[in-house]
């Protein structure tokens, strides 16, 4: 069983991690402001069992094998790249109209949901910095190494899920006035086309 002190100083790093920009949360901020906040509550339920892979991967020492292995890095970045790409696609085709919600509706549940999933465990720097981050608030004094990684990383998954929680929400009402307006929805179709596309040069072009 992890420390309480550790776990509180744990838990406020990984909420500063969530806030700080990266894709992950761009990737929700952007769903959210163009399918709904309801859209961007299940990406960020999507991602939080994303995390529960990667948790996973290190507590059973895959995540190391990973890192150390060229090609699978490339394999899983080329994937995660491509997907990206898609949905950039998508986003810059998606149809416009006066009822917004026409198009919020294509997005089922289980899609948005399951795009959360697929954007965290293509992800892999995210397998590598938890193989860094979670192993630096352990101690083997404490008891098995595997289940203290395993709370870590459900400490983990709380902070984001609140923290992009909260992000899909800001989003998600932001987003409701624009898609009233089929020229508002248009900028905001292209402009959440533009971040998936580079989100995918980020992804595909990192070392």
Do not use: E
Not at 12 to 39: E, I, K
Not at 183 to 195: I, K, P, S
């Amino acid at each position: 069983m992890i420390d309480a002190a550790v776990a509180a100083a744990f838990f406020g790093a990984a909420v500063l991690l969530a806030l700080s920009p990266g894709p992950d949360n761009l990737f929700v901020l952007m769903q959210s402001a163009t399918h709904g906040r309801r859209a961007g509550l299940l990406v960020t339920l999507g991602l939080c069992t994303g995390l529960l892979g990667h948790t996973a991967a290190v507590a059973l020492g895959l995540a190391a094998v990973l890192a150390a292995t060229p090609w699978a890095l490339w394999a899983v970045k080329l994937v995660g790249a491509a997907y990206l790409l898609y949905l950039a696609w998508r986003a810059w085709h998606a149809p416009v109209g006066p009822l917004a919600s026409a198009h919020v509706t294509r997005l089922t549940p289980l899609a948005a949901y399951t795009r959360g999933i697929v954007m965290n465990l293509t992800n892999p720097k995210v397998a590598l910095f938890f193989l860094a981050f979670l192993p630096q608030f352990v101690d083997p004094a404490r008891g098995g190494v595997p289940w203290q990684i395993v709370q870590l990383g459900a400490l983990f998954m709380l902070a984001t899920l609140l923290t992009f929680g909260a992000f899909a929400l800001f989003a998600g009402w932001i987003g409701s006035g624009l898609r009233r307006s089929a020229r508002a929805q248009r900028l905001l179709n292209r402009a959440a086309a533009l971040v998936f596309a580079g989100l995918a040069a980020r992804l595909a072009l990192a070392r």
